[in-house]
């Protein structure tokens, strides 16, 4: 029997031109020659044991776990002695796998099943496989099914020590091939040298798994979930992947190469000028200057933010930090990735929004005890959260306060919608500090500015009751769009209404801003629009003059700003505010834009 996430064993290559879709993670084009790796396979003897070789067999069961730990151990150190930036997030990852082979469900299993019926242990570790990842795959959730893949690939690792059979090495992918594979694990990536393959394209895989953030964090174009590449391409044959289309073309023809190459070359040109950008000042051509930070989830990403130029992080995801770890991380462990991120900024500001689990975002750590409600969305999420569990905010804002000496940080808090979250936050805050410099750590006799998410209509609708409590607001567009409309934003059938035009979610943001404005405290938009070049014009005519986005934003929205005056922007949006249809908005700022 063979063991493989997806039976590849099927269709057989064919020759002739073909093209296929998938999702387009990583921008780029790479051109290049196929390495088809099938690593997956493993076979898996199947026998019973007589009772008096139980014993041995749960032996070398331990025996394969102690390997792979240590096999998991050695990438983890290779890895982090890379000088790549996506070796933080691998080493996230490997510690999750390696606490997988830590007395978990998986190694449990596998003993009783040797124990109780008399598998051996390969069958048995297979069978246990199957189990957990049928019931994680049987529900539709994106995060489960990434958490399945993880396990696989932590099983199919243990099997191959048992058997005897090594990983399939990725690095004799020769240089510049584009790698094709079932799966691509960033333990798999581990291996490869930098710059050593082009691409890579997978049959498995979502925009929000680790392979997608490593390929865009190292810059690979990648297309992932190209459903027919298995079986569909040979080792050495040409293809080409779009990783901004999404578009694989195996064995192109003559006509595919040269509009490829074009393309490939123009795509190369635009970003090279925009790099040119990175140290201009970001100001209007009237020179009103607006502060462009980036927003980001991870330590590794800070580089990619310095890269575009960011002046400041302005919004910290720090659930992010929390998603992958089968454990709470405590105060220690939380202060060190701060501190590093707060230290790379080199004094620039750090924005650090504390726990947004809930809703779309689960953290596996506490998934047990929160459930996913009836409707996460409006469930146990955010500052709610924080608030029930004192516990986490308390190790927060700890671990905060304590990176605040490295730098200028401030500290967001998210889905709020009343003063009295911010009352009771504020309390804690104090607390903390208290008991901090009650412990000998010379924390900042001022205290990080504390901060509000508006992301919440009732947010925006009384942000003057909330500027009694708060030093500044970040308007998070996203769950602003979602709440004002009604339109959960990671559902794919209500994708098409969704629709942050909407004059109610225009009117929500004008007002925020222009009562922030009248108190003096400072606003930024940190939501997807922010990032949109689109709407830079309405923002600064909004008076804005503090945008948070992605670093791969960051230069085409500099880019767009520079053209901007201040006066034909704020006359310009005034007429936008006096429209009630999104679509006639949409077209006036296409107008705008494309006369500026
Ligand atoms: C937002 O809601 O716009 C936001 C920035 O936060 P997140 O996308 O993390 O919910
Ligand atoms: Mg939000």
Known sequence: MTVTPQ??????????????????????????????????FVHVPRHRLENDDINAEIAALHQAVASSIEHLHRLKNQSGARDSAASEELGFLLDAYIHMLTQSRLVRGAEERIRDQNMNAVWAVSDVIEDITGQFEAIDDRYLAARASDIRDVGLRLMRNLTGET??????????????AEEVSPADMARLEPGQ????????????GHAAIMARSLGLPAVLGATGIIGGVSGGEMMIVDGTRGEVILRPDAADLDRY????DDWLAVRQKLLRLRDVPSETSDGVTLD?????????????????????????????????????????????ELADIVTQMGGKPVTIRTLDIGGEKLALSLQEEMGTGPNPALG???????????DLLETQLAAILRASLLGPVRVLIPMVVSIHEMIRVRQVYNAVAKRLRQDGHGIP?????????IEIPAAALTIDAL????????????????????IDRSDDQVADLYDPLHPAVLRLIHEAVTVAGRHDIPISVCGEMAGDPRYTSLFIGFGLRNLSMSPVNLLPVKQRLRKIDLRTAADHAGRVMEQWDSARIAMMLDDFNDLA
């Open 292 to 336: 462009l930070h980036a927003n980001i989830e991870l330590p590794v990403e800070v580089a990619g933010a310095l890269a575009n130029g960011a002046t400041g992080i302005g919004l910290l995801r720090s659930e992010f930090m929390f998603m992958n770890k089968r454990y709470l991380p405590g105060e220690d462990e939380q202060y060190r």
């Open 167 to 180: 990983d399939r090495a990725f690095d004799t992918a020769p240089r510049g091939a584009i790698l094709v």
């Open 261 to 264: 190459r074009q393309r490939r």
């Open 467 to 486: 500027a009694r409590e708060c030093e500044f607001f970040a308007i998070g567009t996203n769950d602003l769009t979602q709440y004002t409309l009604a």
């Open 7 to 40: 039976d590849t064993s099927g269709p057989q290559p064919v020759s002739s031109r073909r093209v296929l879709t998938g999702l387009g993670v990583s921008g780029g084009i790479a051109i290049g020659r196929a390495f088809v790796v099938d690593r997956q």
């Open 380 to 390: 146990l999420r955010g500052v709610r959260l924080s608030l029930r569990r004192r």
């Open 197 to 208: 393959i082009a691409s890579f394209v997978t049959a498995i895989g979502g925009a929000e």
């Open 445 to 453: 006799d001022m205290l990080p500015p504390l901060g509000a998410m």
